[in-house]
């Protein structure tokens, strides 16, 4: 067990590029806004507080995760349950309950997390996401497969057009 915390190193995105990553494992999800020197205003963004919406599309394969914090641009991140190196089981959420989120910003050149929130999300979402990713879980799964749906689907939409694809959402008005 690993004790997240502000001011503090976060190992598993050493050597990570910039950029925003999500996972599931079998203690909820996490979306990583892994920028490089965010400024305050950025790591601002990401408090309580402040806004929150996060949506999903199936693409070729791939989960995008879509997000959206405080006065930030909408993000993407690419998700594959295949590559959920902690993930042993998608736990289903009971009614009013749902998957829990941490959010975090981390400084891409030194790993420090600079901001961290926990969300619930809706019971809603959460479901549709987890009916999502087992469908991808059953689905044959080769890198090379998945490395050539990534590069293709970045080519061919933008995250606005993404976002506009995007069927199932939670949101926080802050």
């Known amino acids: 067990m690993s004790i ?6 976060y190992a598993p995105i050493t050597g990570r590029p910039e950029g925003v990553i999500f996972d599931i494992d079998d203690t909820g ?3 990583i806004y892994n920028f490089r020197a965010p400024t305050d205003q950025e790591v601002a963004a990401m408090g309580a507080g402040n806004p929150f919406e996060i949506r999903f599309v199936e693409l ?8 959206r914090c405080g006065s930030l641009s909408w ?13 042993t089981e998608l736990r289903r959420p009971e009614e009013g309950q749902g998957l829990g989120l941490t959010l975090m910003m981390t ?17 809603k979402f959460s479901l549709a996401l987890i009916d999502a990713a087992e469908r991808l879980q059953v ?8 490395s050539a749906s990534l590069r293709g689907t ?9 976002v506009s694809m995007a069927g199932d959402y939670f949101r926080l008005k802050g």
């Open 29 to 31: 999800a996490k979306l």
């Open 4 to 9: 997240l915390q502000v001011g503090q190193p």
């Open 139 to 146: 689905q044959p799964f080769s890198v090379q497969a998945y």
């Open 75 to 87: 993000t993407d991140a690419p998700y594959e349950p295949h590559l959920s190196a902690n993930l």
């Open 154 to 162: 970045m080519a061919r939409y933008t995250t606005r057009q993404l």
């Open 60 to 67: 070729d394969g791939i989960l995008w995760i879509l997000s």
């Open 107 to 123: 400084d891409a050149d030194t790993t420090v997390i600079r901001s961290l929130r926990l969300i619930g999300l809706g019971t």
